[in-house]
Nanobody, 120 residues
Framework: QVQLVESGGGLVQPGGSLRLSCAAS????????MGWYRQAPGKQRELVAA???????NYGDSVKGRFTISIDNAEKTVYLQMNSLKPEDTAVYYC??????????????WGKGTQVTVSP
């Protein structure tokens, strides 16, 4: 069974930076994409950033130019460097993986989430 372990969340002041990490383990034959989503209280979960195993990236409009996603395929780990953080970035951040576990068999897994709070 695939597991995702997230780390790096916490409390930071506006304008500060944080780096999130998410390591995947278990029955992964290959990675299609890994990404980060976030959910603030009372809001729907939204895409923050996603990256393919070939390093093609996609970002949510609200984080473009401030956040950078990267992937280490060998370690099955995805990173999210978050700069110029704003109070509206406060949310629980969830790691996501779309992976292949057998020939023509794919699945998706989610992490448990890590809290990011941006506050003076």
């Amino acid at each position: 069974q695939v597991q995702l372990v997230e780390s790096g969340g916490g409390l930071v002041q506006p304008g500060g930076s944080l780096r999130l990490s998410c390591a995947a383990s278990g029955g992964i034959f290959s990675i299609n994409t890994m990404g980060w989503y976030r959910q603030a209280p009372g809001k729907q979960r939204e895409l923050v950033a996603a990256i393919t195993s070939g390093s093609s990236t996609n970002y949510g409009d609200s984080v473009k130019g401030r956040f950078t996603i990267s992937i280490d395929n060998a370690e099955k780990t995805v990173y999210l460097q978050m700069n110029s953080l704003k109070p509206e970035d406060t949310a629980v951040y969830y790691c996501n993986i779309d992976y292949r576990y057998a020939t023509r068999r794919t699945s998706v897994a989610w992490g448990k989430g890590t809290q990011v709070t941006v506050s003076p």
